[in-house]
């Protein structure tokens, strides 16, 4: 793929927008490059859309020009989708479908060829906000689209501990905190920091977990009740299954929570021994090898066990 300002510079009417249930990738490689198009193309109207993220991203610049409301029937030029393919986008799937041209930037294995006309997919990149990095003139970049595109980094590589941060992700990392943003209080505001409901949450699904398999998987669940009881939505939920994965000897981690009558949203992660991307899409979900997502239907206890299937298949292989 050419640098995005090759494929947009022609356009009046520009689209950005990702998955729906924003995370720290998509809000940061979205509002990245949202910043980045603003300032090289003043002339351009260019139109950012997601789900309201969660307030811990509200130190990104422009964060408040983010539109959640779809309601516009307006036909643009580009839209740009980032960190998903099509069928995740919510609401603004609607611009994909008629823009003039599409372009698709994402890292997930599921979604390796691209949805768009033309697409920058590399499954081996730490984050979307990592290939958005790629396509800018660097001359370009300040400092408010440098920190955006640091966050959206930090979160998909887990401050750069998850196996998908590579060599060449670490130099980003260092070309991006040269341009004087305040790096360590990014990573505590945005990725640690939790509010006081969050931990007693947290500390809640961690005491009713159960191991299982041998204590190689675990599993917590929320049910709508108990998050309504602490006054909590999806975004307060983040991070809990990261904190399952981390329990020793846990290969494994499942965390599920209620969002419909009898309907799960699913987050697995995995230390290495389990691909879970490839359970989550079984189910039609995706995401990476070692942490993926899916919604499923049923109780809660068939879930659980359709899911444990497809674990139990891959634990018991032969590690290579």
Do not use: W
Request: glycine share 8%.
């Amino acid at each position: 793929m050419k640098k995005i300002l090759e494929e947009v510079r022609s356009s009046d009417k520009i689209a950005i927008t990702g998955h729906v249930r924003p995370d720290g990738d998509c809000v940061g490689s979205c509002m990245g490059m949202y910043l980045y198009l603003k300032k090289a193309l003043p002339g351009a109207q260019v139109d950012v859309y997601l789900e309201k993220p969660s307030a811990v991203f509200d130190c990104i610049s422009r964060i408040g020009d983010i539109k959640t409301d779809c309601g516009a029937d307006t036909v643009y030029d580009v839209c740009i989708v980032l960190d998903v393919a099509a069928d995740r986008l919510g609401d603004a799937e609607k611009y994909f479908l008629t823009a003039k041209k599409t372009i698709n930037i994402d890292h997930h294995i599921s979604n390796a060829s691209g949805c768009a006309q033309v697409n920058y997919c590399r499954p081996d990149a730490s984050s979307a906000s990592e290939l958005v990095y790629e396509l800018m003139d660097e001359e370009l970049i300040d400092k408010d689209i440098a920190q955006a595109i640091y966050i959206g980094i930090i979160h998909d590589t887990g401050v750069f501990q998850y196996s998908n941060t590579t060599p060449h992700t670490m130099e980003i990392g260092a070309r991006l905190i040269r341009y004087g943003f305040d790096f360590s209080r990014l990573i505590d505001e945005t990725f640690y920091e939790k509010t006081y409901l969050q931990a007693q949450v947290l500390g809640r699904a961690l005491l009713e977990s159960v191991r299982f398999m041998e204590g190689r998987c675990i599993v917590s669940v929320i049910d709508r009740k108990t998050m309504d009881f602490y006054g909590v939505n999806a975004k307060d939920l983040e991070g809990i299954v990261s904190q399952l994965r981390v329990i020793k000897g846990v290969e494994c981690a499942l965390f599920l929570y209620q969002t419909g009558t009898q309907e799960y949203k699913v987050s697995l992660r995995s230390n290495g021994r389990v691909n879970v991307a490839e359970v989550a899409s079984f189910f039609g979900g995706g995401g990476h090898v070692r942490a993926a997502g899916c919604t499923m239907h049923g109780t809660v206890h068939d879930c659980i066990n359709n899911l444990s299937l497809h674990i139990e298949r891959q634990l018991q292989e032969e590690p290579t």
